[in-house]
């Protein structure tokens, strides 16, 4: 009876344990499943490849080694302190070069995986913004509201082309991205590396945002309309063709006029801009 009773839980043992080996291997397969849905470092620098298609520079994905700085990466340390700065330069050498390179340039040659990280968008995004704070302490005073300026400008140009394209997370990596470049534009105009000297300020700043105008315009009234807005067509025109006049209003040098056509033709070309 005793043998009887123990091969009876022998048995219910087993029947048990092949339905949690079965729920272990429907999980193992989710998961599985998953990851394989998670971007590559690969893919994320092609995608980068894609948004930034003309600049050719940035090599395969690289292995990042920290030895550099493995001894603070366990501590967070504050923004601006001197912990942190000096994590900066002993990480990023690369970001205190005598003549600065591109962003594109600086972010292919770190070896930092504290922060260059996986390759990820949000990473790379990082990076520039890190990029664009360094590169602005060796900026002079002068520079300060041409920076201000510009930025605002540029923020309401990725606005307007926001609205019209429904949207997408291009358009905050481009934000976050084109203050690095920015910046290394105006450090090479602040160093005499800009020739504005042939632009009839007055005449080409007027051309382009009449153009903006009457593309946005277009882009609104057009067949297939562009209005991915809960916003009537009226209400929705009215809104952009605000943002552009304040745009307007903000474009006060040559720089700033040429930065953001320059901008218009590379990223938003979709709208005709």
């Excluded at 998953?34 to 490849?49: F, I, L, Q, Y």
């Excluded at 057009?222 to 067509?233: C, I, Q, V």
Aim: aromatic share 10%.
């Amino acid at each position: 009876m005793s043998c009887r009773r123990m091969s009876l839980t022998i048995f219910i043992i087993k029947r048990k344990m092949k339905k949690v080996n079965r729920i272990l291997l429907i999980a193992s397969g989710i998961f599985i499943g998953g990851c394989n849905n998670t971007p590559t470092v690969e893919e994320s620098m092609a995608k980068m490849r894609a948004m930034y298609p003309q600049k050719d520079i940035i090599s395969e994905p690289k292995v990042v080694t920290r030895d550099t700085i493995k001894s603070l990466e366990s501590d967070s340390a504050p923004m601006d302190s001197v912990t942190y700065w000096k994590m900066v330069r002993d990480s990023c050498p690369e970001l205190f070069l005598k003549v600065p390179l591109s962003p594109y340039e600086a972010y292919d040659k770190c070896r930092s995986g504290y922060f260059v990280g996986g390759g990820c968008e949000g990473c790379i995004d990082n990076y520039f913004k890190l990029y664009a704070k360094v590169l602005r302490r060796k900026s002079g005073k002068a520079m300060k509201p041409i920076r201000n300026n510009t930025i605002e400008a540029l923020r309401l140009l990725n606005f307007i082309s926001h609205e019209l394209s429904g949207g997408g997370t291009f358009y905050g990596h481009m934000m976050e991205r084109s203050e690095g470049e920015m910046e290394h534009s105006l450090y090479k105009y602040e160093h005499g590396e800009m020739d504005f000297s042939t632009i009839d300020f007055d005449k080409e700043r007027s051309a382009l945002f009449r153009k903006w105008k009457k593309n946005i315009h277009k882009s609104i009234t057009r067949d297939g309309s562009m209005n991915f807005t809960e916003l009537s067509d009226a209400d929705l025109e009215k809104q952009l063709l605000d943002s552009l006049s304040r745009m307007k209003s903000l474009v006060k040098i040559p720089f700033t006029l040429t930065y953001l056509d320059e901008l218009g033709h590379r990223f938003y070309s979709d709208l005709k801009f």
